[in-house]
């Protein structure tokens, strides 16, 4: 969560990785973007 980035894999592959973070948005609100991302996502989708 440091680094506030989220990879999607395929296969066990990361095919994206992205950050939450940009030079626009503050980290406070990269945060929360994260967890609103994490709330609105199944266990499925996490694993």
């Not at 948005?25 to 994490?38: F, H, P, V, W, Y």
């Amino acid at each position: 969560m440091e680094e506030k980035t989220w990879t999607q894999y395929l296969d066990n592959v990361a095919i994206r990785t992205e950050s939450f973070v940009d030079e626009d948005i503050s980290n406070s609100q990269a945060i929360k973007d994260m967890t609103e991302a994490i709330k609105m996502s199944s266990f499925d989708d996490l694993v």
